[in-house]
């Protein structure tokens, strides 16, 4: 069984930054893909980016540019790095993690970022 806790969610202006901390505890091996989706209210939860265990990032295409994934595989965590935050990112943001060929997917329980001035 894998945990995760996030961490870094805040209400921000604008323009602003934030970075999003993703900690897995549990056995995380290198068979495991890292990502964040994001849910905002009254929508659904869709992808901000992954990032494999050998640093491979795919982003979802609105959000390139102003979002960076990271991964630190020592310390099983991943990283969101948010900048020129807009209104519209407001949402509960979700780290997952996948294993590439089995069946298994965790979820952390959602850190609230909120962009308003």
């Known amino acids: 069984q894998v945990q995760l806790v996030e961490s870094g969610g805040d209400l921000v202006q604008p323009g602003g930054s934030l970075r999003l901390s993703c900690a897995a505890s549990?056995?995380?091996?290198?068979?495991?893909?890292m990502g964040w989706y994001r849910q905002a209210p009254g929508k659904e939860r869709e992808l901000v980016a992954t990032?494999?265990?050998?640093?491979?990032?795919h982003y979802a295409d609105l959000l390139k540019g102003r979002f960076t994934i990271s991964r630190d595989n020592a310390r099983n965590t991943v990283y969101l790095q948010m900048n020129s935050l807009k209104p519209e990112d407001t949402a509960v943001y979700y780290c997952?993690?996948?294993?590439?060929?089995?069946?298994?997917?965790?979820w952390g329980q959602g850190t609230q970022v909120i962009v308003s001035s």
């Open positions: 549990g056995s995380i091996s290198n068979a495991y893909n």
């Open positions: 990032i494999t265990s050998d640093f491979i990032t």
């Open positions: 997952n993690v996948r294993h590439t060929v089995r069946p298994l997917s965790f």
